[in-house]
């Protein structure tokens, strides 16, 4: 039989405590070393990357886009239908408002012509978009040809904005009010809001427009093309 002094137990209490204490140092030094990595990597950005030119990716198209960001964030995503001169088949694209990209593009479409002939704002989830949404013809865009192995940049802009009240309108406390205080509040929040209303129709701000592409635009967005992976196993006019 073996017996165990005081100290001993002391001893080994102090040991495991060490023990449990040093591998859980160990355990959040990991953790934090991989918290730090992620962190350098989402500040860093993941770079652009392009597919290799095979039988399914032929061609790439460009659309250019500027967002004007004036509210926190975009209420919408666009959705573009493309379609093939040849067939008439048609192909949608969702375009993403992004104050962060000059443009939105397509890798999944065949060497052809092709027109981009409607366009329809989806609230995202969450959100709702003011009026019914119909889908819009789109006139503005002339057909352009895709060309295997080659990147086509359309003539055409999509500018997104989102129109910004004249003035920011804090809500107010009506806890410690009483109900003719509450009412008169409530009548002034209202006739806030009608102000507002007309301050935004005023601005004439279309959330979508179609516009043509500067060529000082054009220019940034050829010189972001020279950072996006497999850029040079393309051509670009």
């Known amino acids: 039989m073996v017996f165990i002094t005081k100290n001993e137990t002391l001893n080994l209490g102090g040991n495991m405590w060490?023990?449990?204490?040093?591998?859980?140092f160990s355990m959040v030094r990991k953790n934090y070393s991989k918290l730090i990595l992620a962190t350098a990597l989402f500040l860093t950005g993941c770079s652009l990357t392009f597919p290799v030119p095979d039988e399914t990716n032929q061609t790439i198209l460009i659309i250019p886009v500027e967002t004007r960001q004036t509210l926190r964030k975009f209420l919408f995503t666009l959705d573009v239908s493309i379609k093939n001169s040849a067939n008439n088949e048609i192909v949608q694209h969702l375009i993403e408002p992004n104050p962060?990209?000059?443009?939105s593009y397509n890798t999944q479409l065949k060497p052809g012509k092709y027109k981009i002939v409607k366009m329809n704002q989806k609230a995202k989830p969450g959100f709702k978009l003011g009026g019914k949404q119909r889908p819009q013809r789109i006139r503005e865009i002339n057909?352009?040809?895709?060309?295997?192995?080659?990147?086509?940049?359309?003539?055409?802009m999509f500018l997104f904005q989102q129109p910004k009240p004249a003035k920011e309108r804090k809500g107010k406390d009506m806890r410690n009010m009483?109900?003719?205080?509450?009412?008169?509040?409530?009548?002034?929040?209202?006739?806030?809001?009608?102000?507002?209303q007309k301050s935004m129709r005023e601005q004439k701000v279309k959330s979508v427009e179609i516009v043509d592409l500067e060529e000082?635009?054009?220019?940034?967005?050829?010189?972001?093309?020279?950072?996006?992976?497999n850029i040079d196993l393309w051509k670009l006019e």
């Not at 962060?100 to 443009?103: A, E, G, N, P, Y």
């Not at 057909?143 to 055409?156: A, N, P, Q």
Request: glycine share 2%.
């Open 178 to 196: 009483n109900e003719a205080q509450r009412m008169q509040e409530r009548a002034k929040q209202k006739t806030e809001r009608k102000a507002e």
């Open 18 to 24: 060490f023990k449990i204490t040093k591998d859980t």
């Open 100 to 103: 962060k990209m000059l443009f």
């Open 143 to 156: 057909e352009f040809e895709l060309e295997k192995g080659k990147i086509t940049i359309i003539d055409k």
């Open 216 to 229: 000082t635009f054009k220019a940034k967005i050829l010189e972001e093309l020279k950072e996006v992976d």
